[in-house]
């Protein structure tokens, strides 16, 4: 077995999309799967992992459920961003046919994505909690008549035929990761970089427009911002934001000095400083 500093941990089972993001990014990692995402970052919390892949939002989606609420009190680092090309193929045993198909199952979002061709391909969607176990239940049942979508990995794994390649509907169907570590590791100033923070307000007039305008007169821009509700604290909004800028630029030390100006105390969290992906440009 080899060590943790070799690990890199993934939300769900072998096949999965986020699998495949394990393999572009680290191909020399071992991909730990992990049964949900609370799993995922308690291996790299407790040691047996040493990075994660941690899916955040999709281009067609949107953000992925639960992630905000998870990462701030993870305790771990963003140290990268990764956006992953999502290819669904609709796939079934070995030796079935496209016509031999009446239903295909998959998780929710592969059907959304899918449902045009799903539609005009007469098939009846099945809802799965997630792509590549869709692609493990239907090899493990064998009927000729039930199918999958997942990805080209998944029907690999899982001994599957590729009855129809790149079934969903729009070509430009994008994953962003987020890389995640025990440990921070924030590169030298230079070069594109991104900062990823969360913080909550004080209840004041205007605050949000106030706190961020410090950002605007430093010059400094923002590629994300988006208000959740944590658990527990219904009355007051949880910003997440994307910066595109090094923590230590010293305009963004002044953008920040403005936000905290405004925020409760203790309540602005950087989350990462890390190089900003290639796929931005």
Known sequence: MSDAANKIAFQGVPGAYSHMACQAVKPDMEPVACASFEDMLTEVQDGRASLAMVPVENSIAGRVADIHHLLPSSGLYIIGEHFHRVNHHIMAPRGATLDQLTHVHSHAQGLAQCRNRVRGLGLTPVMHPD??????????????????????LAAEI????????????????????????????????????????????RSVPAALYKALGGFATNGVNLTKLESYIRAGVAEQAQFYMDVQAHIDDPAMQNAMEELRFYCSKDEVHVLGSYPASPSRS
């Open 131 to 152: 792509t590549a176990g869709a692609a493990k239940d239907v090899a493990a049942a064998g009927d000729p008549k039930t199918g999958a979508i997942a990805s080209r």
């Open 158 to 201: 899982y001994g599957l035929d590729i009855l129809f390649e790149s079934a969903e509907d729009d070509e430009h169907n994008t994953t962003r990761f987020l890389l995640m570590s025990a440990t921070s590791s924030v590169p030298a100033v230079g070069g594109d970089m991104i900062t990823t923070l969360v913080f909550q307000l």
